[in-house]
Nanobody, 125 residues
Framework: QVQLVESGGGSVQAGGSLRLSCAVSGYTYRPYSMAWFRQAPGKEREGVAAQAGGSAFYPDSVKGRFTISQDSAQNTLYLQMNSLKPEDTAMYYC????????????????????WGQGTQVTVSS
């Protein structure tokens, strides 16, 4: 059973940076694809970064500002967020799946069977 635990959220002013971490444990075979999602109150959960094999995928809303990376030795997934905007305010979730697919597939919630509990990011103007 894959377990995911996020950390690193907090409050920051617009233009600032945060790095989220997701500790991955409990697996026999490492998930092939991992991603970060966010959900603001009253809105649907949206993918902000996905990584599968050697490829990374981002929606246009965060491209050039967010970077997903992994430290396999420490079993940790990261999301570096720069140039943060108030509209980036949301609960951020780490997710994992054994599925593979295109950017559109992996930036949608459906393929992911494993989720963390979330970490709050608040960006003030």
């Amino acid at each position: 059973q894959v377990q995911l635990v996020e950390s690193g959220g907090g409050s920051v002013q617009a233009g600032g940076s945060l790095r989220l971490s997701c500790a991955v444990s409990g697996y026999t075979y490492r998930p092939y694809s991992m991603a970060w999602f966010r959900q603001a109150p009253g809105k649907e959960r949206e993918g902000v970064a996905a990584q599968a094999g050697g490829s990374a995928f981002y929606p246009d809303s965060v491209k050039g500002r967010f970077t997903i990376s992994q430290d396999s030795a420490q079993n940790t997934l990261y999301l570096q967020m720069n140039s943060l905007k108030p509209e980036d305010t949301a609960m951020y979730y780490c997710a994992a799946t054994y599925s593979r697919g295109s950017s559109g597939y992996l930036l949608a919630p459906r393929p992911y069977g494993y989720w963390g509990q979330g970490t709050q990011v608040t960006v003030s103007s």
